[in-house]
């Protein structure tokens, strides 16, 4: 039995001062193996920064110190294969830069 939902997945930039990480989840999407990090001036030109193996419903994706973020900041869910499930796609506001 697998599952492909209709809505796109959900994701959620969290900051402590000190790191950053992405929460990303796609509730009823039963082929997610990974999570892929990406960011970059527009969603064409977005390059992966991080990678995850899915963990349970919600997976935590550390930012890597010193990464810098792009205007566009997105999540991508992969199949097994590495490959972008469709759909699994989903962009998360980017933070403020600070003054």
Known sequence: WSAS???????????????????????????????LLVTG????????????PRERFETEIPIPAGAT??????????????EVIGGGAAQIAAPEPSS
């Open 41 to 52: 001036p527009d969603e064409a030109s977005a390059v992966e920064i991080a990678r995850a």
């Open 69 to 82: 973020l792009g205007a566009y900041v997105g999540v991508r869910a992969m199949d097994a294969a590495g």
């Open 5 to 35: 939902p209709a809505t796109p997945p959900d994701a959620q930039l969290v900051e402590d001062g000190r790191s950053a990480s992405v929460f990303a989840s796609w509730n009823g999407a039963t082929e997610v193996a990974s999570w």
